[in-house]
């Protein structure tokens, strides 16, 4: 299966600065690279996705960028506000692949 | 559109004691996966399905069984709890892309479980 690492597990920031969280994973057929964020007490919810055809896509003040050579992607979120503050996920797949596999998570905290 | 429920929201079990968790999904989506969370370890598979009738093993599919007989629901059962089986649970969906894959994963809220 896949191995996937995500770093920091804990990232701390002041608002109004920027925050990125990088995902490294071990199959080289993986072609699917979301993003998911989870409030406490809630289910992770898709924030953005990108597919290997691309190497960046922005979404307001979130991006994510992939470098497939390297085999990571990053997640960036500028202008960080307290509703930021959350656990990140990321779930790199393969097309024809049934299984997700979730990196261990980055829990953010923006400070007001 | 509800989209992914979860029943119970939290259940508290002794060791030995059996449960059903009962997900549904009012979007018709071919996917339903079955997830726990524990702390420190994002979300790893317990069991998944591609379609009504079928189901598959994930990651940690030791101590419980599924089952989908309706397209919309997808049962995860614990024949004989224990102890490492308190973990948060979730429950996904997710649509049939053309071409048999699939991508976004719409997540219930989770179910809370403690075996004492």
């Known amino acids: 299966g896949e191995n996937v690492e995500q770093h920091p597990s804990t990232l701390s920031v002041q608002e109004g600065d920027s925050a990125v969280i990088k995902c490294t994973y071990s199959d080289s057929a993986s072609n699917y690279f979301p993003w998911y964020k989870q409030e406490l007490g809630k289910g992770p919810q898709l924030i953005i996705d990108i597919r290997s055809n691309v190497g960046e896509k922005k979404d307001q003040r979130i991006a994510v960028t992939l470098n497939k050579t390297a085999k990571h992607f990053s997640l960036h979120i500028t202008e960080t506000q307290p509703e930021d503050s959350a656990v990140y996920f990321c779930a790199p797949k393969g097309y024809n692949f049934n299984k997700f596999y979730f990196g261990s998570g980055t829990k953010l905290n923006v400070k007001p | 559109n509800a989209g992914v429920t979860q029943t119970p929201k939290f259940r508290v079990l002794k060791t030995g004691q059996s449960m059903t968790l009962l997900c549904a999904q009012d979007?018709?989506?071919?996917?339903m996966y079955w997830y726990r969370q524990d702390p420190g370890m994002g979300l790893r598979l317990i069991h998944y399905s591609v379609g009504e009738g079928t189901t598959a093993k994930g990651e940690v599919p030791d101590g419980y069984n599924v089952s989908r007989l309706k397209k919309q629901n997808f049962l995860l059962g614990l024949e004989s709890a224990a102890p490492s089986q308190t973990s948060v649970y979730f429950c996904?969906?997710?649509?049939?892309?053309?071409?048999?894959?699939?991508?976004?994963?719409?997540f219930g809220p989770g179910t809370r479980l403690l075996v004492l």
């Open positions: 979007m018709n989506h071919e996917y």
């Open positions: 996904a969906s997710s649509y049939k892309l053309a071409g048999g894959s699939q991508e976004t994963q719409y």
